[in-house]
């Protein structure tokens, strides 16, 4: 039987530096963040810096493209990322071999403290507003909702490769959603996670994570390995690893990360890894868990990046957005600096990238790790 893989056929991203892919990049090659601090007005005890999307922009998006007002802002964003990816190909969203997955951390969590008259009761729960999304872009299909903590975006992008390579679905449709409330903010506060300062991935003088709005949406495609062009991107390998070490607190030897790194190198050339996008949310505890991980599996010479700085963390969307930005990075034949690092503050010798750097290396591997212990690593190659 032919090899088949999960090929990268049209992607977006929404935030608040671009409503599409190529201005979110073009953003980040520029230098520019959308990181800003808000105060205690937001609804909050203490000030945090944020990426926060401006509502009325995507409102008006949405009123062009005829979505109506029985959706929450959450499903709006979703849809509109997944409308905006479909429109860069052909495929049919109709077809029982289109399947629509939703990745999200928090979904319609707001609903718990304020809900409109014109949203349905069962909105909140992820699996009802997933139909809702689905069934907007015209896919027939019972959809599948991953909500694994910070590596649901990872999840998803594995998941959906499996079916391909199983030959199950000939199309996924993976879309990571998130947006903040002063619920999700409060939560992380609680925990001490968060920080008045733009966050400094890896950096000796890092004090906490950002938080970020975003919806991203990658097309996976089927494809014979054998008749994979000049320029495809696919997804070689991925793997998920559960160390269980703590409900919020990473393993300090990087247990579930390292045994994920290990499970896709199997067989893999180090040699033509660009650089690893590390999950790199600039708190104490996973910078430094991250760098264990990547130390025990061999990769100290890879450089390691980190985007938080540019979109902050946005939870269900991050395993997405970062993997488009990180695959346009490779299209254009550079590594990414991790905006806010200066100076290395993890105990092991990893090479962090501070400045854009050119390289000819055609893959690169996405990491993410979240609470409960649940670790993530993909390596996508460029064929």
Known sequence: ???????????????????????????????????????????VSDSFVAALINHDDVLSECEA????????????????????????????????????IISSTKGNIDLLCRKPDNIADDQVMLGEAAKAIATNVGNPNQPIVISNACISGASSQITAARLIKAGYYDHVIVCGIDVLTPFVVSGFQSLKALTDKPCRPFDEERTGIN????????IYSSKEKKDLK???????????????????????KGEGCYRALRQILQNQDLGDIAFINAHGTATLFNDEMESVAIDRAGLNAIPVNSLKGYFGHTMGAAGVLETIISKCALNEGVILPTKGYENLGVSKKIVVTSQMVETNKQSFI?????????????LFKRY
């Not at 409503?19 to 230098?31: G, I």
């Not at 109506?68 to 049919?92: H, N, P, V, W």
């Not at 320029?231 to 300090?252: F, K, M, Q, T, V």
């Open 1 to 43: 039987m032919a090899e088949r893989v999960a090929v990268i056929s049209a992607d977006n991203i929404l935030s608040p530096l671009g409503f599409n892919t190529s201005d979110n990049y073009n953003a980040v090659k520029n230098n520019l963040s959308c990181l800003r601090l808000y105060g205690p007005d937001w609804g």
């Open 65 to 100: 493209e005829g979505i109506s007002e029985g959706y929450t802002f959450f499903e709006k964003m979703a849809i509109l990322s997944i409308r905006k990816t479909l429109y860069q190909c052909q495929i049919d969203i109709t077809s029982e071999r289109t399947l629509v």
């Open 211 to 218: 938080l970020g709005d975003a919806a991203s949406t990658i």
């Open 230 to 252: 000049h320029g495809d991107w696919y997804l070689e390998a991925g793997a998920i690893r559960n160390d269980a070490y703590h409900i919020s607190s990473p393993s300090n």
């Open 366 to 378: 996405k990491m993410m790790s979240g609470f409960g212990g649940c670790n993530a690593a993909i």
